[in-house]
């Protein structure tokens, strides 16, 4: 895993890649630091980083669009498959080296609150928890941007892709609060749901019988619940988009109350998205 770790960290500095991002995401800091703490007299850090969580729209994409699509596009990722390790070290080891490209600029913004506090009074323990959650933010969403990149050849669908999925889960609320609260919109809502899942399962399977079941198994769980208890679904969809919505995991971290369920939710975001992208990769290891 080290191995895959320190070729895919040295390949991004060897490329423009790495250097982008970590110039973008700086500056793009920078603007708004200048902005709001020094221009505008705002002492807290943490809302600085409130307002950037867009650039991760832009940022996540140029970071993660390479790593899958370009290994199939240029035909290497039999390589991958040949060393004498799992489908997961290697996916491990590009997820670590993009994080840890990640990390850099990270880094150089903890250096930000030292420097505000010579011009007033600075909270670190909610500058710095709210850094913490940034990146902790960061990396599931660079689990996700890794997702999409395999499944496609193309860097450029990979981009995206990633791009559309995050612009949604940044609207999440928007999105949720256009759902009727009816329970028959719900119960429509997680039917789509369900279909979505059996589209990705055959995607992993390519078995049409185990997609089917697994679709009409859903569906059919779900009438029944309704038919028990349809007053139970009214609003639940929409609710259920709110509770998810990833980002706004984040702001619930930059208040200096150190969330535990926030954390944990986006680590196992990140998780499953890792997940994800074994079980592609593997896929495509047997086809």
Known sequence: MFSIFKREFKSYFTSVTGCIFIAFLLCFTGIYVTSINLRGGYASFEYVLSNIIIVFLLIVPLLTMRS???????????????????????VLGKYLAMLAVFAIPVLIMAVYPVILSAFGYMAYKSAYLALFAFFIL???LIALGMFMSSLTESQVIAAVISFGALLLMYMMNGVASLIPASAVASLLCFCVLALLVGLILYSFTKNYAVSIGVFCLLVAGLIVFYLIDSSSFAGLFGSLLTYLAVFDRFTELTGGIFDVTAIVYLITFAVFFIYLTVQSVEKRRWS
């Open 138 to 140: 960061g990396a599931a």
């Open 68 to 90: 899958f699509a370009e290994e199939k596009h240029t035909k290497t990722d039999q390589l991958l498959y040949s060393l004498p390790m799992s489908v997961t070290e290697v």
